[in-house]
Nanobody, 128 residues
Framework: QLQLVESGGGLVQAGGSLKLSCAAS????????VGWFRQAPAKEREAVAA????????YFADFVKGRFTISRDNAKNTVYLQMNSLKPEDTAVYYC?????????????????????WGQGTQVTVSS
């Protein structure tokens, strides 16, 4: 069983930055594709960014392109979401999710239903 724990959320002013971490345990994290999702109050969950097991393929939602980056350090079993130029509309609970792919493909996944394992989420609040 893979366990995921997000950290790094908090309160930041508009224009500021935060770096979220998704730490994995229980399995070899390099065999998993990872996605970051968010859910704001009264809104549906949406994909923010995703990475393949190697980090060689990445995805960013249009609303974060140019502001967010995703990276991973498989030696540390951690995936990061660097969030810059934050806006009040980025306020949400951010979740990381993982799907076992092995090393045979370099795909990322953008649907919540593609993922098997989820973290508990970390709150990001951006004040105007």
């Amino acid at each position: 069983q893979l366990q995921l724990v997000e950290s790094g959320g908090g309160l930041v002013q508009a224009g500021g930055s935060l770096k979220l971490s998704c730490a994995a345990s229980g399995r070899t994290f390099s065999n998993y594709a990872v996605g970051w999702f968010r859910q704001a109050p009264a809104k549906e969950r949406e994909a923010v960014a995703a990475t393949s097991w190697s980090g060689g393929s990445t995805y960013f939602a249009d609303f974060v392109k140019g502001r967010f980056t995703i990276s991973r350090d498989n030696a540390k079993n951690t995936v990061y979401l660097q969030m810059n130029s934050l806006k009040p509309e980025d306020t949400a609970v951010y979740y990381c999710a993982a799907r076992r792919t092995g090393n045979s493909n370099n795909y990322y996944y953008t649907l919540g239903t593609d993922y098997t394992y989820w973290g508990q989420g970390t709150q990001v609040t951006v004040s105007s």
